[in-house]
T-cell receptor, first 109, second 111 residues
């Protein structure tokens, strides 16, 4: 059974304070590792897909990386509008995505 | 920008009643999904649909649930006899190839 574990559960940063979110996965036959952003009461918003170890993708202040067991979402010089829950999900043998519980990120001005 | 549209945004229903949640996926997408998220918990896969039939379903998707694509644009989730534990956010998603795009969800409250 595919498993995705995210840490920390919650993270509070000062504006401009860079950090990383972790996603550990156990997936048979990884077809993709996904990062989503979810605002309260909203649906997940797609950020990145990573397919193989060593791959990196960037978008504004976010960079996602992938190893054989983990993925990291690096946030550089975050702003208050980056506050959200960040979800990691894997696509493996099953058709649907397996999600982690998410990291609730708060950026204080 | 194309988006997945879900209606209603909020539905309150009495226990034992049937509900239908509606979704309009992005028009050129081929794969459709329903997920749910109980308050404070992770997003969970319910069912996937491709080529007018269910391709996979989770253990959550029991006989109380059904999906339909009644026409070329709509995709529905029906819960036949709702239970209190069905209260959750229900998300529709669609994808062209690998990335799934989610709707804003329907908050279902069973009372």
């Amino acid at each position: 059974e595919d498993q995705v574990t995210q840490s920390p559960e919650a993270l509070r940063l000062q504006e401009g304070e860079s950090s990383s979110l972790n996603c550990s996965y156990t997936v048979s036959g990884l077809r993709g590792l996904f990062w989503y952003r979810q605002d309260p009461g909203k649906g997940p918003e797609f950020l990145f897909t990573l397919y193989s170890a060593g791959e990196e993708k960037e978008k504004e202040r976010l960079k996602a990386t992938l190893t054989k067991k983990e993925s990291f979402l690096h946030i550089t010089a975050p702003k208050p509008e980056d506050s959200a829950t960040y979800l990691c999900a894997s696509a493996g043998g099953a058709d649907g995505l397996t999600f982690g519980k998410g990291t609730h990120l708060i950026i204080q001005p | 920008e194309p988006e997945v549209t879900q209606t209603p945004s909020h539905q309150v229903t009495q226990m034992g009643q049937e509900v239908i949640l509606r979704c309009v996926p992005i028009s050129n997408h081929l794969y459709f999904y329903w997920y749910r998220q109980i308050l404070g918990q992770k997003v969970e896969f319910l069912v996937s649909f491709y080529n007018n039939e269910i391709s996979e379903k989770s253990e959550i998707f029991d006989d109380q649930f059904s999906v339909e694509r009644p026409d070329g644009s709509n995709f529905t989730l029906k819960i036949r006899s709702t239970k209190l534990e069905d209260s959750a956010m229900y998300f529709c998603a669609s994808r062209p190839s690998s990335e799934a795009f989610f709707g804003q969800g329907t908050r279902l409250t069973v009372v």
